[in-house]
């Protein structure tokens, strides 16, 4: 598979239609091929988002999808704790910044199923470059020291998160009700999805 069927496997920002299977299945494929080829890959598609080179998509989505693969693929080096906010404007669900709790937040892992806590981003403002942003991230990482390879089923997976004490902790009991029912459909999108058989 080329780079750029993978590119486009990559699920974007977006709760409502966001896939955990699928987005496992792309950072697996991408740590498989080793981390300086994976960094390579991961940078020559910040580029294309800055020139524009994606015609099926908007900036916004693209770099949103960029986030989600650094998540993944890369976890944040010591000193560091946890990525820093998202810069994509302002969220539809009021979750924390990340913490040690969801180091990872908007994305939070649940025996290696991600989950998706937003349904999605208003943009304020100019979007940052790709390229600039992606590098300082990377700057601050370590890659990945195994595959993603959840022994639950995804619903169970989901099912774990919901009843923690960061979820009730974290998300307002005004939504938690809407965020549950998205992230339960995450989960069923991804009991679905070949990509993992």
């Known amino acids: 598979m080329n780079n750029r069927d993978l590119w486009r496997r990559i699920p974007s920002l977006d709760g409502g239609k966001f896939n955990p299977a699928a987005l ?6 991408l740590h498989a091929q080793g981390e300086a080829q994976g960094t390579t890959i991961v940078q020559s598609w910040a580029r294309g988002v800055d020139q524009g080179a994606d015609s ?8 949103g ?19 820093p906010m998202l810069q994509m404007g302002r969220p539809d669900v009021n979750v924390p910044p990340p913490d040690t709790h969801w180091p990872l937040s908007p994305l939070v892992v649940s025996d290696d199923w991600p989950f998706l806590l937003v349904g999605g981003y208003r943009l304020g403002g100019a979007l940052a470059a790709a390229t600039p942003t992606i590098q300082r991230l990377l700057e601050m990482a370590r890659w990945r ?31 938690q009700e809407q965020v549950e029912r998205m992230v339960r459909e995450q989960a069923g999108r991804a009991m679905a999805d070949s990509t993992m058989g």
Do not use: Y
């Not at 496992?24 to 494929?29: E, H, L, M, T």
């Not at 999808?65 to 080096?77: D, K």
């Open 24 to 29: 496992i299945s792309v950072v697996n494929d």
């Open 56 to 63: 099926d998509q908007d900036g916004t989505v693209a770099i």
């Open 65 to 83: 999808r960029l986030h989600l693969i650094i998540r993944l693929l890369w976890s944040p080096a010591p000193p560091h704790h946890f990525w």
């Open 145 to 175: 020291d195994r595959q993603l390879n959840p022994e639950s089923e995804p619903l169970a997976a989901a099912d774990v998160l919901i009843h923690s004490v960061p979820w009730q902790t974290h998300i307002s009991t005004t939504q």
